[in-house]
Structures are given as C-alpha cells and as structure tokens.
C-alpha cells in the first residue's frame, strides 16, 4: 500500500450480494495487507466509488443489466486521469459460456479482469495488487497533472504580472519621448529616435512572451472575419519599411495582383507576416535583400518572406519553430530577441488552418519562410473601406485616473498640448469622487488602482454618469480576459499600455457619442440637472469610498 494515498484511494471496494464471497474476499485481502470495504449494494458502491478507491471487485450475480448500465455511467464521469481497475468473479465454464452479457458490456466500458471461480488465495491476491499498483500509477499521474496545471497557472500569472510592470515604466518612457517631440523635434532627433525604438521593441517581446504563454496553453481563441490577405501584407510591408531604410536593406514586395480572401483573425495573420518580416530584417546584414511575394497556390494563399541574411544551418532547420531556439548565440548577442517569434508564427498559422515551414541552403545562404493559408471557399461582398479619422478635434474635458505619476503627468501635458481639459487623480476612490464632480466626457482609467481598482471605477462612472461619458481603460494588463472583463465592466475601450497619444486621440476622434454638459453649463431649467438629482450623485454609494463630514 501506498503510504501516501489516502486509506479511500487504495481501498478495495467489494460487491457480492449473495454468498459469502465478500466476506471471504476480505478475509484473504486483509491477510494480505491490503484494505477493503463491503458495499451493501450498488448505491453504496457508486458512492464508494466518488469517495475514492484502488480498485473493484464484484461477482457476476452483482452484475444485472441495469447495474451495468448505472455503474457505466459512474465509470464514464471518472476525472479524464482516471482508469478504476474493475474485477469480476465470473462464472466461467460452469455456466457454460466464457462472458455474461452484462459482464460483456461492462468490459467494453472499464479496465475490467476476469477472475473464474474458484479462485486461488494467490491468484485472488496477485490480481488485486496488480490493479492497485496501476491505479498508484494513475494517481501519479494525476499528481503530475495537478502539479503541471499548478506550474502552468503561476507562469501565466508571472508573465501576466511582468508584462503589466513591464509596461508601466515602457509608459513613462514612450509619453516622454512624446513630449520631447512636441517641445523641440529637431532637439536630439536621433537619441529620441533610438529610445522610441527601443521602447517598442520592448513592448513587442513582452507581447510575444504572453501571446507563445496563450497558445501553447489554449487559451488563444480567433475572432475570424473575411480578410484581404493581399492588402494585409502590403500593409505589414509598408509599415517596415522604416526599418529596413535605417538598416539600408533593400525591401521589395510582389502581390498577386487580384484580392485573396482568406477567414482569419486580421490582428493574429498581421502578426504572422510582421514577425517574419522581422526576422528576416534582423539577420539580414546591411546592404541585404528581403522580398516578400503572395500568389495564389492552388486552394491556398502563399507568402514568401526570402532574404540574403545568415541563413540556417541543417541541424538547426528542422527544429526553427521550435521554443526559444535560434540560430548560433554568439556573446555578444547582435540579433536579440528570445526565439519565440517563429514559435508564434507557427501556432498562429496552424490555427488558422494553414502550414509553414523554412527553406535554406546553409549558412550564409539567406532563407525563405513560406506561409500557406486556405483560401475561403465563397466569395464576399466587399465594404467600403473605413474612412480616415481626422485626429484633430474640439477640446474635450478629460479625467485620467492613473497611480503612475510619471505616465499621469506625462499624459496629462500631452491631452493638453492638444487643446483638452485635463483634470488627474492617483487613485480609484479620488478618481469617482473627481468624476461626479467633474462630470468628464471621457474618463481614462488605469485598471491596477490603489483603495479602488479600474473595474469598479468603471461601474460606478457607467452607473452614475450613464452613456454620455467615453471610459476608456489605459492598463498594462492585455490578455483577452482583460479585455473581456473590461467591458463588461462598463469600458468602451481598451488600450495596453504603453498607449501613444496618437491612439488616444484616434480613439477620440472616433468616440460619436453626444456631449455631456459640464454642471456649471446646463441651464437651471434642466430636468436632469435639478438640485436634488445632483445631491443623490454626488451621495451614491460607491464601493471602498467613505465620505466624512466637512
């Protein structure tokens, strides 16, 4: 016996209603050691059988047809671990037939073993011991699982922990580099240039780490809609080629010259074609060639990312989308990154149906990445494009809820560089108290607040100032729940940090909803504005907020 188990896990439950065959199965198991209880019929088996136990034995007289049934079901609820180990005393050749009927059902939905009558002390007791050593392996197993499933949960709360105080300081830095180019943009345009960069090359790897976390954990769901796939990797294209400019790489691109409709998710296929564009201006050396190509290829649409870098060793391509691998880590680490970007790359393609491998012919030979995705099998009406949204607008009164001073202030200057009223609270309780007194047209609010958090700000604006106000959540916290659990908070929008000030002002733009009147400019005629509909506001009982006398 396992002493780790509970005494439930490595009993031996005993169903024989007629006879003494449970009596005297117990009597030789518990000479042998081993534990067993007697069911007095099958309800107290099935409840035995919940509780925990290493294994079963019944007799075949037990064994109707619709016990069978009712112990079938139990069996078929068993955690996805489990495998009860079953023993049947069978009647055998006495009856005149190798199997039962019902015992013959029962073998085709258990781990059940025969054991004809009589039945040998020693038989008797090697067959139990043999199913209880496969059921400790069970629970091993289960362990296992229980301990992996634990280690998986804490390193998605790591990441999603990192990513979040990451992205608060990767704030600061971008809001300033922004008010460096509002003050002077010619003062120190390659340094601001350089951190500008950077910073969103950090915000980047922060993003693949908790996008590779989701998909190899299941947790990445598609939000398909028809997507042109020739616009979207002539958009992905342009939108390096910044890039390739600064590092004198030649970019070229070549298009099929009608529409490819695909179904996909157009973030998820953006990040597919930007990662390997990426990649491939990482390890192409200055003066190199990237050309990106998409054709059709028979059902499917085909891109090819091929550039005149390093190239891929051999033994190193067959394993390129693997997990954190990369070619040859030299000290001084030129290229950077992680190695999770084709890993990425490889998990989003598969989800949307499609394949992708790498071609190289050795170091210093350059290599082509191709992605073949299935081209959708009817046609669509295709919608107007979007019109451009014109960033400049009328000056809105604005509340940035938001702990970090750095991001708060930063932020702040910029709103009102742009001709907004600003008005900034640290905290959750002093941003609703702000808010009733305010009565903000757009409320920006960071989620992780002290005395108050972001949610329950939302739904204390949402429910005391109604649909006029725009709310809007700034938070370093960015996984899919997030974003879920903010709006059904009450948040229109939701923004990972670091946010840029052309985002939040897009955002703006975009926000059509009718202005809400400040108090100190609606007419004292108005219905809504009444004295005592003012008081009740100002008094309505927000969570964590304690009012005191003045």
């Given at each position: 016996m396992n002493p780790t188990l509970e005494p439930t896990d490595s009993r031996v439950l005993l169903l024989a209603p007629t006879g003494r065959d449970a009596l005297l199965a117990r009597r030789v198991l518990s000479e042998a050691g081993i534990g067993a209880h007697i069911c007095a019929n099958l309800e107290d088996l099935q409840q035995g059988i919940r509780e925990g136990a290493g294994a079963v034995l019944v007799t075949e007289d037990g064994l109707s047809v619709t016990a069978v049934a009712e112990l079938a079901e139990v069996l078929a609820n068993q955690p996805t671990?489990?495998?009860?180990?079953?023993?049947?005393?069978?009647?055998?050749?006495?009856?005149?037939?190798?199997?039962?009927?019902?015992?013959?059902?029962?073998?085709?939905v258990a781990d059940v073993t025969l054991l004809d009558r009589p039945t040998r002390k020693v038989t008797l007791i090697s067959a139990v011991q043999a199913a209880l050593r496969a059921r400790r392996r069970q629970y091993q197993v289960r362990d296992f699982l229980s301990q992996l499933e634990k280690s998986v949960r804490e390193r998605d709360e790591f990441l999603a922990m990192l990513g979040h105080e990451l992205r608060n300081p990767l704030g600061a830095i971008l809001t300033s580099v922004q008010l460096m180019e509002q003050k002077d943009a010619k003062a120190l345009a390659r340094e601001r240039t350089?951190?500008?960069?950077?910073?969103?090359?950090?915000?980047?790897?922060?993003?693949?780490?908790?996008?590779?976390?989701?998909?190899?954990?299941?947790?990445?769901?598609?939000?398909?809609?028809?997507?042109?796939?020739?616009?979207?990797?002539e958009r992905c294209v342009q939108g390096q080629t910044v890039t390739a400019s600064s590092r004198r790489i030649d970019l070229t691109i070549s298009l099929e010259e009608t529409s490819l409709m695909i179904?996909?998710?157009?973030?998820?296929l953006e990040?597919?074609?930007?990662?390997?564009?990426?990649?491939?201006?990482?390890?192409?050396?200055?003066?190199?060639?990237?050309?990106v190509t998409l054709a059709a290829n028979g059902p499917d649409a085909e891109i090819r990312v091929k550039d005149t870098g390093v190239g891929i060793d051999p033994d190193v391509l067959s394993r390129v989308f693997d997990l954190f691998t990369q070619a040859e880590r030299t000290l001084d680490r030129a290229q950077g990154g992680l190695g999770i970007g084709l890993t990425l790359v490889r998990s989003l393609v598969a989800l949307h149906g499609g394949t992708v491998w790498a071609e190289s012919s050795g170091r210093g030979e350059g290599s082509t990445f191709v992605v073949r995705l299935p081209l959708a099998q009817h046609s669509f009406s295709r919608e107007p494009r979007e019109t451009p949204v014109d960033a400049r607008q009328s000056a809105r009164r604005i509340l940035l809820v938001e702990d970090n001073s750095d991001v708060r202030e930063g932020l702040k200057t910029l709103l009102e560089e742009e001709g907004h009223e600003v008005r900034t609270a640290g905290d959750g309780v002093e941003g609703v108290e702000l808010a009733l007194a305010y009565q903000p047209e757009v409320a920006l609010v960071d989620i992780g607040l002290p005395r108050l958090d972001g949610y329950a700000v939302a739904r204390s604006l949402r429910e005391a100032l109604g649909p006029h106000v725009l709310l809007v959540a700034l938070t370093g916290y960015g996984l899919p729940e997030?974003?879920?659990?903010a709006l059904e908070s009450g948040f229109d929008a939701h923004l990972t940090k670091p946010v840029t000030l052309s985002a939040i002002l897009e955002l703006l733009a975009r926000d059509r909803r009718e202005p809400k009147k400040p108090l100190e400019d609606r007419r004292p005629g108005d219905k809504e504005d009444s004295p005592s509909q003012q008081e009740r506001r100002r008094n309505r009982r927000i969570p964590g907020l304690r009012r005191t006398s003045a």
């Open positions: 671990w489990s495998n009860l180990p079953v023993l049947v005393f069978s009647g055998g050749e006495d009856k005149g037939e190798a199997v039962a009927p019902p015992v013959r059902r029962l073998v085709e350089v951190i500008d960069r950077q910073t969103r090359l950090l915000s980047r790897l922060v993003d693949d780490l908790l996008d590779v976390s989701r998909v190899t954990s299941g947790k990445i769901a598609l939000e398909r809609v028809p997507v042109d796939i020739r616009e979207l990797v179904e996909g998710d157009p973030i998820r990040q597919i074609v930007n990662n390997l564009l990426t990649n491939a201006l990482k390890y192409t050396p200055s003066g190199g060639h990237v050309a997030d974003r879920r659990r």
